[in-house]
């Protein structure tokens, strides 16, 4: 398949979320078979697969959510991508935070409208993207990258979205430890995200750059990481007890009375931890680490009691009968008495007696 020019390159468009599409805009086409192929609209192109021809000009016009036949009479759905399809289906450098895991780092460190936000690495521009949406105008992404090609693959995936690269975005190649002392003031800062292997490495000049009250939220892959990465934030007595979270997705398939979790989910990605820099000369609380006395009451405890729990208890005479039963079963099965098989020196109904006393204390 391919999206033939025969049109000079139209300006790439500003993003759009709704009304009719535009010549210069990204839209999605999903064929007959669910197959997904992005164009970008210009005016006289026209996308050609085996099965016909879309001219652009009969999509140019039209409202997002169209259905259009191509020359064939074939029908493809045009949709405009969300930044969810943009990401996912976009070029990568490297590995990208999933939508899942980037929705709640937008939560967990409160990205605002108007926030300072510094983000590293970069790699693929995926989370760029998403504070980039969530901080508006009017705030700022620093996003830092220590190798250069990675920078250039975000770079043009930041720009390719957003139809040029916005002004309240920079890339600084260099690895953060040192790029953020020298490009930040200390105390400047309102939320750090950190996504890389070592974020431990940058723990100290991210408590250096973040106001008072400010968030750092890192993203790693392992347990090993995620403990070294807690240990750290809280070595430094300089932030809140770290949160460490994940978060899993399960889609469901609903189709008439079939209605079960898919087959088929995202096991894992990562972790996140999170936490808020306490102001200068704070210190934290002694946090209670062991559980006392006081973290489990004793109607706590009544509460996990089979009684409590709703389990019948059982009265010393069925309990007679069980234990006969099985007596039963084992001695038809061994040719000889359980107690004789097993040796033991009771017998059933003395056991089962001192059983019913266990379960009536
Ligand atoms: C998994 S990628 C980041 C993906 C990105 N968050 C996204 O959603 O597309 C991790 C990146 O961190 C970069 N990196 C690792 N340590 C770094 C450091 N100390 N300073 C700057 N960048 C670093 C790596 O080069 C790599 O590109």
Redesign the pocket.
Known sequence: MTDTTTAPAAQPAQPQFSGPFRAGERVQLTGPKGKLNSVTLQAGSSFHTHRGVIDHDGIIGLPDGSVIANSVGVEYLVLRPLLIDFVMSMPR?????YPKDAAQILAQADIFPGASVVE?????????LWLLRAIGPTGFLSS????DE?ADV?RANVTAFNGGTPDNWSITV????DALPETHEPQSVDRVVL????PW??IEPVAEALKPGGVVICYVATVTQLSRVVEMIRSTGLFTNPQPAETMIRTWHVEGLAVRPDHRMIGHTGFLVSARRLAPGAELPELKRRASKSDFLDEDVEAWTPGALGERGISPKSLRKRVRDANATATARLGTSAEEATGADQTGDDLAEDLADDVDA
């Open positions: 450098g490297a590995a990208i935070i590293a690495g970069v790699g693929s521009g995926a989370l760029s830092f990258e220590r190798r990675f975000a260099g690895d953060l430890t996504d890389m292997l070592a490495e940058c």
